[in-house]
C-alpha cells in the first residue's frame, strides 16, 4: 500500500514537471523536490484540488509579477488586474489538467476541482505531506508547485 502511494506521489511530481515544461514557454530551472513544513504561509497564488485514486491539492504560489509574466509570455499581453486572478486561475486548470493527462498512462486515475484564488497573506493546513517544487524562471522569480497530498 505504501509502495503504490509513493508510486503515486512520484508520478503526481512528474505530471508537475512535464506540466510546466509543456505549458510554460519561459526559459526555467526546475529545482529538486522538497518536503515542506506542517502549514504554509502563503500572498498570491491558486489553490486546485485533486481527487480519485489520490486526493489532495494542488497550489501555485509566488509574487503576482510571476503570474503576470507567465501570462504575458503564454498571450502576447500584459496580464494585470483582474485579469491576472483569472489568468492565475486558468494557469492552475492548465497545469492540473496536464497532470491529470500525464499521470493516467501510470494507472492513477484522478479528477481537478475548479480552481480557488488565493490573495492576502493565507495560512493553508490540515494535510498529510507537502511537497515542494521551485520553479525558477532566472528574469522574472519562483513559481513555488505545492503538491499536498491528504
Known sequence: MQEERSKAITSLLNGAITAVKNTIPIQHEISKPQMSESF????????????????????????????????????GM?????????????????????????IIQSGIKTDITSPTIIEGSTTISGYEKAIHLPVIFNSTGI???FLLVD
Do not use: R
Open 78 to 102: 500584459p496580464v494585470q488586474d483582474d485579469m491576472l486572478a483569472s489568468f492565475s486561475g486558468e494557469l492552475g486548470n492548465i497545469l492540473a489538467g496536464g497532470i491529470s493527462t500525464t
Open 143 to 145: 513559481l513555488n508547485i
Open 40 to 75: 504554509l504561509k502563503l500572498h498570491f497564488g491558486v489553490l486546485i484540488g485533486i481527487t480519485g485514486d489520490l486526493k489532495g491539492k494542488l497550489i501555485l504560489s509566488g509574487e503576482s509579477a510571476v503570474f503576470s509574466t507567465i501570462g504575458e509570455s503564454m498571450f
